[in-house]
């Protein structure tokens, strides 16, 4: 691994307007990122500026996490919006509530993601779909909605935005997944796990712990060993995604990331 990003969705307290969002692009490249994978639709600022800000920073769009609504509903507009943001990479961070909950819902979003990405594929586009642990909970006939999703996306140009944490969540081996996904995976977030102190029981002397998210490099997945792996699997944008660093100080947390990748992931 050369180079690394952020999913800007970690530092979203210093993106709520034009001013913020340039000033962050500037420390966040100061920090190391190369790479921004965004998170939302940014209406408070023109695309074209939103490129340009993340160019004057040295920061290459790999991908989105955008609006299911309008990469369904307004194809050429969701197109020109991306070719400008200079990705190929059109994703949703997740899906809605009802696929979760309702497997007819399931296999009709699949049917969708599928037609959807249809239509992207005539630009040269792929269709992402970044999981979270929900995803390996078990269905009716013992499989999970996660194999569900890998067998059900059959059009070429979808693709899967794996996450470290949310696979050690769900149960599942990272590595492993990473391999039987190989072709399949462009963009990896690079999330790490710790054990954290949750509550105890009053009146006894039990103490639950909880996984928690924290910093690349204090937790305890083996990132040494899953970086060379995906990138022998085709994994192009390593990517940092730290969901809670708002409430311990996003700057601070994506820069002990970045401290740590550069001075142990890095070739």
């Known amino acids: 691994m050369k180079r690394f990003g952020l999913q800007i969705y970690s530092v979203r307290d210093h993106m709520a307007d034009e001013q913020s969002l340039k000033q962050a692009f500037l420390e966040l490249g100061k920090m190391g990122y190369t790479y921004a994978h965004t998170a939302g639709t940014y209406d408070f600022i023109t695309p074209e500026k939103f490129a340009q800000y993340a160019k004057d920073a040295g920061i290459e769009v790999c991908g989105t996490h955008y609006n299911w609504d309008r990469i369904v509903n307004d194809v050429e507009g969701t197109v020109a919006y991306h070719k400008i943001l200079g990705t190929t990479n059109v994703g949703i961070g997740a899906m809605s509530m009802a696929p979760r909950e309702n497997e007819e819902a399931l296999a009709e979003f699949i049917k969708q993601f599928n037609e959807t990405a249809k239509k ?135 820069k002990k990331s970045a401290d740590y990748i550069k001075a142990n992931l890095l070739d």
């Open 120 to 254: 992207y594929a005539a630009y040269g586009m792929k269709l992402t779909y970044h999981h979270h642990s929900f995803e390996f909970v078990k269905l009716s006939d013992g499989k999970t909605i996660f194999d569900r999703l890998v067998e059900g996306f059959t059009e070429p140009n979808t693709s899967f935005v794996l996450d470290t944490y949310w696979l050690q969540h769900g149960g599942k081996d990272v590595r492993a997944v990473i391999e039987q996904l190989a072709g399949r995976v462009e963009i990896l977030h690079l999330k790490d796990m710790a054990a954290m102190k949750r509550y105890t029981v009053a009146g006894t002397d039990a103490v639950y712990f909880a996984p928690a998210i924290t910093e690349v490099g204090s937790g305890n997945i083996n990132f040494k060993d899953i970086i060379p792996l995906a990138e022998k699997c085709g994994v192009k944008y390593f990517v940092v995604e730290d969901d809670r660093a708002v409430e311990v100080g996003s700057y601070d947390a994506v």
